[in-house]
């Protein structure tokens, strides 16, 4: 039976999005408690974690306000570190799949995820760059070349999907609201791209990413739309 879990989380940040994904299609029984990142608590990065980011977890220790960490707790954190930690403490929701084959191709597709599109897509939404629009719609041609006929990542849910999701929701938030490091319009040019018909599958895929009820319970999307116009909106 797993120990108290406390994830330090905000609405805003898809990385911590990855590790309440993987909590409520575990259905473990946890505290959340919001960070503000413009206002961090002084006690966050002493206490809970050093480097100063969400999402961080508190396993086990005395039971205590989220507040006031226990020292007594385990401390964790980055996301994908995170989801496979809840993945083997609940072995039950099948996140990480138990064939090697699968499991090898679930991590590969994450390495696609992380070093093609969260890159390209930050490109896109901070930087900047006369071809970020191509090397986004590229790394999502290379996600979509992972996928299955029919299905999620590989084939059954699990922590592959919980890795992506986050990212394609904000994308979808900030190019539909012309929120981005880009001209007014390029937004919507780009979600046209993505609705071309050689884009199909992905579209499927993202249709049944969001239809998952764990991504219901965790995208809080007029709260992203609100805190990215805020952040990354355009200034002109
Ligand atoms: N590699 C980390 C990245 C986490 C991260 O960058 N989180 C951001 C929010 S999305 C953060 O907490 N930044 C610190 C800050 O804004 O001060 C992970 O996967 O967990």
Request: glycine residues 4%; proline residues 8%; charged residues 20%.
């Amino acid at each position: 039976m797993p120990e108290t879990i406390t994830l330090y989380t905000a609405k805003i940040c898809p990385y911590a999005q990855r590790a309440e994904l993987a909590l409520e299609e575990a259905k473990a029984d946890y505290t959340k408690y919001q960070i503000d990142l413009q206002n961090k608590p002084e006690w966050y990065a002493p206490k809970v974690n050093p480097a100063s980011k969400v999402p961080a977890l508190a396993y086990g220790g005395p039971a205590v306000p989220a507040d006031q960490p226990s020292p007594e707790s385990v401390k964790l954190a980055e996301s994908l570190i995170l989801v496979e930690f809840v993945a083997d403490l609940y072995p039950h929701a099948h996140l990480l799949p138990s064939d090697p084959v699968q499991k090898a191709r679930a991590r590969f597709f994450i390495d696609v995820v992380s070093t093609k599109l969260v890159p390209s897509w930050n490109t896109v939404l901070r930087a900047g760059a006369p071809d970020a629009d191509q090397a986004f719609l590229s790394a999502v041609d290379a996600v979509q070349s992972l996928l299955p006929a029919q299905g999620y990542a590989v084939g059954e849910y699990s922590i592959a999907d919980i890795a992506i999701a986050p990212f394609i929701a904000r994308a979808y938030v900030a190019l539909g609201n012309e929120i981005g490091a880009y001209e007014p319009g390029q937004g919507k040019k780009l979600l046209e791209a993505l609705q071309q018909p050689r884009f199909a599958r992905f579209q499927k895929y993202w249709a049944d990413l969001q239809a998952r009820p764990s991504f219901q319970a965790t995208f809080d999307k007029e709260y992203v739309t609100e805190a990215f116009r805020k952040r990354f909106g355009n200034k002109q």
